[in-house]
């Protein structure tokens, strides 16, 4: 019971980055771009809501959050104006802008807080505790005793899923994702439509890498974003590109994360490496099992 | 025939390395502006890039060609999988398989296989990183999943597998630290020249990438490769060209690469398994690959140019404090740099073509 209750919080507490990257990258793949840059996009998050904390003191946690929405659009506005507006190779844009937000973040990390780099602490932002739902038992502290990115989360997914399918600008998104020729025929202007899709995946990927630093760890380090942006693409595919599927998809994503802590707690002999392993081969034989259903993917997703 | 052949390999070396050197002197621009933006002592910090990576024949050697090794090798893999299609991002998993299948075999073989451990060790190495390859390719042909993510999957997996390795069946007596013991002699790659730490797997790398050149060029197999990258639909009904078979090979041969590559740095520099073998060569192979054009011969060039950076960045951060991962910006500018040349010159191209009144350019494009 009580393993069972822990279990449940780590679920949601790792899943919560992750599901707000994939949220973002939903949008941006129905539009019929894949941002494998969105793992940089997460690290410059993270970066960003460390050097806005910095300059906003203790009580601005709403600017340092700032500072990584701001972060993470900055980067995808670079990905944006060479793989949409040059049509470049979105791959190996992707590629670079990760190469490109590692490379900064470190050398100003350095740069600003020392060649040696001497852990940063920053205060995190508490818990909210919802009244009445967190009193539900076992899931209720799990998901309603949590950062306030977990809520922001609760409120965009299914308001994503309900701007993309009920809404004629959510349909205009839809066919550039599926038929950009013939959207661009009706009127609509395919690259301003991908632009704001990859802006509004930047701000999420931010928020996310904001959330790492200003709700869980508390501070920042190289290469922080450990892989998350990456796995948040896989997510994108495993929820089948709609939000509440990826919402869905990012908590098993994240409860297969936190089993590691469960076994860990229980002394179990078995090796780490294995747990840490097994996310992404679940991902993997989860990707493989949907083999034969209806594809889902945007017909030009991928495609300049 | 000959001299034909002949002729054209040293048209696709100067075809590689023009460009090379403009891009060259736009990495030392950018860097140099990147260090004065940043306040930083510019003339200090670029000599010491200078020193570190081809001041010296001792640093161009022991430092500079020992880092493009591995870079050359895995940025071949991605060439020849990107020009059939293939988007193999897990380079630097296969590498990490590679460069674990060529420790087991150099640390429990040695004793049985004598003279053979090492050219058993690189066997192994290339041979695991195509079944590291293969597994994405698999997914890619029975279930559909896109390679892009599967390889990006298995990078983790494999990195994870080594940390495990290194904490259990591979670790050294002690059981103290994260890393194998060290590779006995036999399974050592010789060094090349005498003096230096430059090895024979840069000789290897050289090799791979003349035969891939070759390969491209003048087999049947290469010419698949080149018809399946450019367009699929008419490989397979106007050359009869089975697609699914090529791009498995290419991946398959594309993974033995990047395991070579993981095999030759275990026993041509670590000469001990650990999880930080590889700073990333499989994620810069990408840049590599991209600034060669996707020429196996280019690579050789490009992958010496971030040889030379990263050896160089090195020496700029012992010497002038400047931050090495400053060069990762500058590979990331290279790279974006020749993107937005390309799309320049792509649009130069088909505009001329629309003048002249054909619809060429327009294809190209499409």
Redesign the interface.
Same mark, same amino acid.
């Given at each position: 019971m009580a393993a069972g209750a822990e279990l449940l919080e780590a679920a949601v507490r790792t899943a919560t980055p992750l599901a707000l990257a994939a949220l973002g990258e939903t949008v941006v793949e129905r539009a019929g771009v !894949?941002n494998?840059g969105l793992e940089g996009v997460v690290l410059a998050g993270a970066f960003g809501a460390l050097v806005a904390a910095g300059s906003a003191g203790s009580s601005g946690v709403a600017v340092a959050f700032l500072g990584a929405a701001l972060a993470g659009a900055a980067l995808a506005a670079?990905f944006a104006l060479?793989a949409v507006s040059?049509? =470049?190779?979105q !791959? !190996? /844009?992707g /590629?670079?802008?990760?190469?490109?937000a590692?490379?900064?973040t470190? =050398?100003l990390y350095?740069?600003l807080y020392g060649?040696t780099g001497a852990a940063l602490s920053i205060p995190t932002t508490g818990t909210t505790r919802l009244p009445v739902l967190a009193a539900i038992p076992l899931v209720g502290p799990a998901l309603f005793d949590q950062p306030a990115p977990t809520y922001l989360l609760y409120l965009l997914a299914p308001l994503t899923w309900w701007w993309l399918t009920r809404t004629h600008a959510g349909l205009a998104l839809r066919a550039v994702g599926e038929r950009p020729d013939a959207a661009r025929v009706a009127g609509i202007h395919v690259q301003r439509v991908r632009w704001l899709a990859l802006l509004f995946g930047g701000v999420l990927g931010g928020l996310a890498g904001g959330t790492l630093v200003l709700a869980q760890t508390g501070t920042f380090a190289?290469g922080m974003s450990a892989?998350r942006g990456?796995i948040a !693409?896989?997510i994108v595919?495993l929820g089948r590109w709609h939000p509440l599927g990826v919402l869905a998809a990012a908590f098993v994503f994240g409860a297969a994360s936190a089993l590691q802590y469960v076994f860990q707690a229980m002394g179990w002999a078995l090796?780490y490496?294995?747990f840490?392993?097994l996310p992404?081969?679940l /991902?993997?034989l989860a990707? =493989?099992?949907?083999?034969g259903r209806r594809?889902s =993917?945007p017909a030009a997703l991928g495609r300049g | 025939m000959r001299t034909e052949r002949r002729l054209s390999l040293v048209s696709a070396a100067l075809g590689a390395t023009l460009p090379a050197a403009a891009i060259c002197t736009l990495a030392v621009l950018a860097l140099w502006l990147i260090l004065h933006l940043a306040g930083l002592d510019a003339a200090q910090a670029m000599g010491a890039l200078w020193r570190g990576s081809v001041g010296s024949a001792l640093a161009l050697t022991s430092s500079t060609l020992v880092r493009a090794t591995p870079l050359i090798l895995t940025g071949l893999a991605v060439a020849l999988a990107f020009r059939a299609g293939v988007w193999n991002i897990g380079a630097e998993g296969q590498l990490l398989t590679g460069a674990a299948a060529a420790a087991a075999v150099g640390l429990e073989g040695a004793a049985v296989l004598g003279p053979l451990t090492l050219p058993v060790a690189l066997g192994a190495g290339a041979l695991a990183g195509a079944l590291w390859a293969g597994i994405a390719a698999l997914l890619r042909h029975r279930f559909g999943v896109l390679e892009v993510i599967s390889t990006i999957m298995l990078n983790f997996v494999a990195l994870h597998a080594v940390g495990y390795l290194v904490r259990g069946p591979l670790q050294e007596a002690t059981h103290v630290y994260p890393q194998s013991a060290p590779l006995p002699a036999l399974a050592r790659l010789p060094v090349l020249i005498p003096g230096t730490r430059l090895h024979w797997g840069f000789a290897l790398a050289l090799g791979a990438a003349l035969a891939a050149w070759w390969a491209l060029r003048a087999t049947a197999a290469g010419f698949r490769l080149r018809v399946v990258g450019q367009n699929p639909e008419a490989a397979r009904v106007a050359g009869q060209i089975d697609v699914a078979r090529t791009t498995t090979r290419v991946f398959l041969v594309s993974g033995a690469l990047a395991g070579l590559a993981g095999a030759v740095e275990l026993t041509g520099v670590t000469f001990a398994l650990y999880e930080n073998l590889s700073p990333g060569y499989g994620y810069t192979a990408i840049a590599v690959a991209l600034l060669a054009g996707l020429e196996p011969v280019g690579v050789i060039a490009a992958g010496i140019l971030f040889g030379a950076l990263e050896s160089g960045a090195l020496a700029m951060q012992r010497e002038a404090s400047v931050p090495a991962v400053l060069v990762t910006v500058v590979e990331a500018v290279l790279v974006l740099l020749v993107l937005a040349l390309a799309h320049w010159r792509g649009s130069a191209s088909a505009l001329l073509t629309r003048m002249a009144g054909g619809t060429a350019g327009r294809q190209v494009r499409a």
């Open positions: !894949i494998i670079v060479f040059l049509r =470049a190779d !791959i !190996i /844009t /590629t670079a802008v990760n190469l490109l590692f490379g900064l470190g =050398a350095r740069g060649a190289e892989g990456f !693409i896989a595919v090796p490496q294995l840490l392993a992404y081969v /991902t993997l990707l =493989a099992g949907l083999a594809v =993917a | -």
